[in-house]
């Protein structure tokens, strides 16, 4: 890799706060910046060169017509990042493949649907091959700036993979199990210190799931409190729908 590593950001199907969650890290982002040159970020500058070393990649896979665009990121970049839920599972948009493609498109679009091209939403490692996710609806600026001090380093980005139950007990919190509530933390990944349980709203695991979730102890939480998996997969659905959805 060059001295200055140079770095893209891309964006697909979402709502870009991942890449304004990026913008925000203000003093640390001026670090970052005077150890790499940005040479793509069309939220904050002009240019648009496509020789670079580390691209990040925020969004889903949503139009076919996208697939050539990712296949040449793949092919300019070393190394590949997929910024947010919606690059690393499909996020919220992956909602649009359960209610059906056509359907959807009419319910938004009428008589116009025809209009717009889209197909059944997918992460972007479905598409090309990812080296590192940075989980999050929106990503925690602290992950952003870890794995990019990594990737300069030369070292690999430690991003949890231990549930949001850890972090949520670490802030003493009080479970929302035991507020009569339910919460998907027992299996979702940590990384944003249960941002949500925190400001006392469930999580919905926006994070993703761990590596290899403990489905009984999780089970076992459900059926103490009450619940029914079919519940609890409503909300796992919100954003990892992307692996149980039946596409088109
Ligand atoms: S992951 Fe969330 S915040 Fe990031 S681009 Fe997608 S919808 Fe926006
Ligand atoms: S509130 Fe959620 S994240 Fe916190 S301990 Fe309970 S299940 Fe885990
Ligand atoms: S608590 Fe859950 S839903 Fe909230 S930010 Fe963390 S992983 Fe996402």
Redesign the pocket.
């Known amino acids: 890799m060059a001295k200055r590593p140079r770095i893209s950001f891309h964006d697909f199907t ?5 890449q304004l969650q990026v913008l925000n890290c203000e003093d640390e982002l001026l670090d970052v910046l005077a150890a790499v040159d940005i040479v793509q970020f069309r939220e904050a500058i002009d240019d648009r060169n496509d020789d670079y070393d580390i691209a990040f990649i ?2 889903a896979f949503s139009r076919e017509s996208d697939r050539a665009r990712l296949e040449a990121i793949r092919r300019n970049a070393k190394i590949v990042v997929a910024l ?3 690059a690393t599972t499909g ?2 948009n992956v909602l649009k493949n359960y209610r059906g493609v056509e359907k959807a498109m009419k319910t938004v679009y009428g008589e116009h649907a025809r209009w717009y091209e889209t197909c059944p939403v997918q992460p972007i490692d479905a598409v090309i091959k990812v080296d590192y996710k940075i989980h999050g ?3 925690p600026q602290g992950e952003f700036l870890e794995v990019v001090k990594s990737l300069l380093a030369g070292r690999k980005p430690q991003i949890p993979d231990y549930p949001v139950c850890v972090e949520c007990k670490l802030r003493e919190n009080v479970c929302l199990y035991h507020k009569g509530q339910y919460c998907m933390g027992v299996v979702a990944r940590a990384g944003c210190t249960a941002w949500c349980p925190s400001y006392g709203g469930r999580c919905y695991a926006c994070r993703g799931l761990v590596s290899d979730p403990n489905n009984k102890g999780a089970k076992d939480v459900l059926e103490e409190f009450g619940l029914t998996l079919e519940k609890v997969l409503d909300e796992f659905r919100l954003f990892n729908g992307v692996y149980d959805v039946a596409k088109e």
Do not use: F, K, W
């Not at 979402?14 to 991942?18: H, L, V």
């Open positions: 979402s709502c870009e706060g991942c925020e969004g947010g839920a919606c996020g919220l609806c929106p990503i």
